[in-house]
DNA sequence: GTCTATACGTCGATAGAC
DNA sequence: GTCTATCGACGTATAGAC
């Protein structure tokens, strides 16, 4: 008698769970952006995602755990063809679309984890990719100068935001960028 | 009679403090630089530095006092002449030389203060002689990219390491990078 | 599944002994 | 001038009630 009324609301168990984290997932994402690890409190996601601390470690286990979740990338693309347009594409999206992802890992990686190493892996695989689009025979440091050179803009526009990079259109930006790219890059090829 | 004896060591009380407080300055420097501002700790500054957490209070009356007097760099200088070369020393220097001071920087400010105050200042400062060594009608934007472009880079070399740009000379970094600022800087002009 | 209560450590800062 | 002792607040993490 009672099973029957009690057996019809099917996703309230291992779905509501999933609706859960990811609204934990989603409030830890913005405030270990906006804060940085350290000053992230566990009750301060809580809060943000309107549930009890408790919760929050009953889920992740451990803040370190909840920001290693928080902190993983979807994956980072690299549009084939001119390798110097290329780059402007990646570059214009992260200095237009929402960072969020994103800047949990450039803060946080500067706050906490010199050791977080499943950021290392992503970091080297994007190097690799920026690596194989560049002809010249130092590709590795014209790669890593490559990618400083884009961390470095993105940082200035969404973290520091102490010049005219943070509040320019992305259109004048990559348009000062191209000759730069265009350079490290290896101008004398990529026509094709 | 005693008082001949007892004006002997003059540099006891108002030197010996300058001393200590070096020694604290020099410790907390070194600890900003590594751990950023939250993790380090008056405990461990005092600790590294070979005095008391309660002397180092005694000294500098706050945490953030501490780091504001850790934080103030010394002179931020562009060399005159052809802007991109002028860049590029620059850049050298902060390849090469003991970039303590500019790391306490570079990571607390990231970590810790959107609101440092002094170092916006300092940069405001920075922003405008760049600017004025470059030409174009878009000077803000261009000095702003270079700055930025320079941040990322320092960062990457000491503080990320992901890339070969941590282990590389300067000398190739330098030449990888002299295009760059000629492009940014205004190739057009800084011949004579 | 969600929340309350709390143990346990560490922090910045203060007061006062030597 | 330097250090010891301690306060009050806040952090993570745990145990257990509902």
Do not use: C
């Not at 290329?86 to 999206?93: E, H, I, V």
């Amino acid at each position: 008698m009672s099973r029957v009324s009690a057996e019809k609301p099917r996703r309230t168990r291992a779905d509501q769970r999933r609706e859960t984290e990811a609204r934990i997932l989603a409030a830890a994402r913005a405030t270990f952006a906006e804060l940085g690890y350290e000053r992230t409190t566990i009750r301060g996601v809580a809060s943000a995602a309107g549930v009890n601390a408790g919760l929050v470690m009953h889920y992740f286990g451990s803040k370190e755990e909840l920001f290693s979740r928080a902190a993983r990338l979807p994956e980072d693309d690299l549009p084939a063809g001119h390798p110097a347009e290329a780059l402007l594409t990646s570059l214009r999206r992260r200095l237009d679309d929402e960072p969020v992802a994103s800047l949990v890992v450039l803060r946080s990686v500067l706050t906490h984890a010199e050791a977080s190493g499943e950021f290392r892996v992503a970091a080297a695989a994007w190097l690799d990719r920026i690596g194989a689009a560049v002809p010249a025979g130092d590709a590795a440091l014209r790669a890593g100068l490559i990618s400083s050179i884009i961390t470095g803009v993105v940082i200035e526009r969404h973290l520091l935001k102490l010049s005219a990079v943070a509040d320019a259109s992305a259109d004048d930006i990559v348009a000062l960028m191209r000759p730069v790219f265009e350079s490290l890059a290896g101008e004398g090829r990529g026509t094709g």
